[in-house]
């Protein structure tokens, strides 16, 4: 994969047609035709490639594809393609990156890629005797496991550690569950966990004297987080109508509230998600494994809770952290067979599946700065509103409660003005509604 060196701040991207972004994106890329002719669309994914994918093929279901502009990850620029329904989601990406830039961007970085594969054994009596036997054919385990996928071990991956937890009260009896960590690489990992857990299933039946039943990886990857963070000037923030620090403040105070209410965290992460989800579709990754993963490290305190993290350093920076387990591959999978997604990989330039996570958590940052930040905003509008609205009805005249009220009804009419004041404090004198 060759080496972009071109800058990701576009001025005028955004009022471009879609040939000239393309064109931006093929040279930034170095796109080939055909490449660039599977982002445009009808080409992105034939009939015959589909039905090669799934079951039951009808047709190919069309997203809009679009390209984030201004981010700055690790010193390096990246252009990052989002297939995404939703308005808003790639200008917030782009719009949050550009500010971010005014601090450096984004810094990043990645666990190991270690996935957990799990092996549910049952009907073992002596739960702390099956632990020990597991624990001492733990090489001979781990060289099973390994055996499937020589091609992994030569690329400096395979089957790295067991753990092992017993669970003593379940519904149905005691349980051994036993996690087969594995570094897989650049691939996303399903495949190569759960061929390696059925090669293995059979020994550690036997070590443990019981049956294994369930075999498959956890989507709960939480050896395999990626980290962004991102430290903004808050005069960046600011608007004509309002200062950045006051902004800053109101992120804080947002993300405040995602840090202790589910209901709040939801949505909030629903934001991040909708930047690292357009991500993971336009590359051909598995989004519903990225989205499991995340709610459950979202929830891993036993209290469901924000991603991310929002805080003023004196009041000069905005400083904003995301982590959360990303499972993504660069080759495999449909990232392999769909050419759109190749051709989205190229355009991102990503060296690794470790590179691809960390951009993904990045976009997942900017995306929820961009959602704090237009809340927030909107939150100051409303108050700056109502307090300008105090101002024109005491301008009209009115005194005591009538200055609340008179001011109430600017707001919900959203008009401010001194005539309209004048008019509803007549009224409200003269008792009228
Ligand atoms: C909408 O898709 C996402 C937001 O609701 C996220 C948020 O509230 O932080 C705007």
Same mark, same amino acid.
Request: glycine letters at 16%.
């Given at each position: 994969m060759q080496e972009h060196h071109g800058?990701?701040?576009?001025?005028g991207f955004y009022e471009m047609s879609a040939e000239e972004r393309l064109a931006v994106a093929r040279a930034f890329a170095d796109l080939s035709p055909a490449e660039t002719a599977a982002l445009q669309g009808?080409?992105?994914?034939?009939l015959p490639q589909a039905e090669q994918m799934v079951e039951n093929v009808v047709g190919v279901f069309g997203l809009p594809l679009g390209i984030a502009t201004n981010f700055a990850i690790n010193g390096r620029d990246y252009l990052i393609p989002m297939a995404v329904e939703e308005p808003s989601v790639i200008a917030g990406a782009s719009y949050a990156a550009r500010l971010a830039r005014e601090g450096g961007g984004f810094r990043a970085e990645s666990d190991p890629p270690l996935m957990i594969g799990q092996l549910q054994v049952l009907g073992v009596s002596d739960l702390d005797g099956a632990r020990d036997r597991i624990l001492s054919a733990r090489d001979d385990i781990l060289r099973r496991a390994g055996e499937p996928d020589p091609l992994l071990r030569q690329l400096g991956g395979g089957p790295r550690d067991i753990e092992v937890r017993l669970v003593g009260d379940t519904p149905v009896g005691p349980m051994i569950v036993v996690h087969i960590l594995f570094d897989?690489?650049? =691939?996303? +990992?399903a495949n190569v966990v759960n061929t390696a857990l059925e090669a293995v299933a059979p020994l550690v039946a036997e070590v443990a004297g019981g049956r294994v039943n369930l075999r498959i990886l956890s989507?709960?990857?939480?050896?395999?987080v990626a980290r962004a963070t991102t430290r903004i000037?808050?005069?960046?923030?600011?608007?004509e109508e309002y200062g950045g620090l006051e902004t800053a403040r109101g992120i804080v105070e947002a993300w405040a509230m995602a840090e202790v209410d589910p209901y709040r965290a939801a949505t909030h992460n629903k934001g991040i998600m909708n930047g690292i989800d357009a991500v993971a579709i336009a590359t051909g990754n598995d989004w519903r494994a990225i989205e499991a993963g995340a709610h459950a490290y979202a929830a891993r305190s036993g209290r469901y809770t924000s991603l991310s993290t929002w805080s003023l350093e004196g009041e000069a920076y905005l400083v904003g952290s995301l982590s959360l387990p990303l499972a993504v591959g660069? =080759?495999? +999978?449909a990232t392999r067979v769909h050419p759109a997604a190749r051709a989205a990989l190229k355009l991102l330039g990503v060296k690794s599946a470790a590179e691809l996570a960390q951009v993904m958590a990045a976009v997942g940052l900017a995306q929820n700065l961009a959602a704090l930040r237009a809340l927030a905003a909107e939150g100051i509008q409303r108050g700056h509103m109502a307090l300008h609205a105090r101002q024109v009805a005491m301008a009209a005249g009115a005194t005591g409660d009538l200055i609340t009220r008179v001011a109430e009804r600017l707001v919900r009419e959203r008009a401010v003005r001194l005539d309209r004041a004048q008019e509803v404090l007549r009224e409200l004198e003269q008792g009228r509604p």
């Open positions: 800058t990701s701040r576009i001025p009808p080409e992105g994914l034939s897989v690489r650049d =691939v996303m +990992g989507n709960l990857a939480d050896r395999r000037p808050v005069e960046a923030l600011g608007h660069t =080759v495999g +999978g």
